[in-house]
């Protein structure tokens, strides 16, 4: 089983104030041979139109030195998993969860900018001392 990330209670913990209901804890994905895991699972029951929402959250914390590495390897895996749940799972909204920090100094960067409307990412905009969740990006 993977590691978790050093923030994956935080947002587990803010997803649940917001009327989450954590279904996977780690959310797997096969496709073909290939085995993945992506932090987290998660449905909410939306009673307006008597179905259900259901997303799978990709937990980063940008703490290391070299923020642009930490994206490449948080690119690289959201695009992976959104194949994977094009296949497994494709009622699935996959969002990449990163700490209001680095959002505010990288996540708004021009190439990153870029990066988010090419790659079309979902995000989802975390405090990780509050275990509150700032903002959806969809």
Do not use: C
Not at 46 to 70: C, D, N, Q
């Amino acid at each position: 089983m993977p590691a978790k990330d050093t923030f994956h209670d935080a947002v587990r913990a803010a997803l649940i104030k917001e009327g989450w209901t954590i279904t996977h804890d780690p959310l797997q994905i096969k496709t073909g041979e290939v085995n993945m895991s992506v932090d987290l699972g998660a449905e909410r029951v939306l009673a307006a139109i008597r179905g259900s929402e259901k997303i799978a959250v990709e937990i980063k914390s940008f703490t290391a030195l070299s923020l642009i590495y930490e994206f490449y390897n948080a690119l690289g895996q959201f695009l992976s998993y959104k194949i994977g749940l094009e296949e497994q799972d494709p009622d699935r909204i996959l969002f990449l969860a990163v700490p209001e920090e680095a959002y505010e100094d990288f996540f708004k960067l021009s190439f990153t900018q870029t990066a988010i409307e090419r790659y079309e990412l979902k995000l989802i905009i975390y405090d990780p001392r509050k275990e509150e969740l700032i903002k959806w990006i969809k």
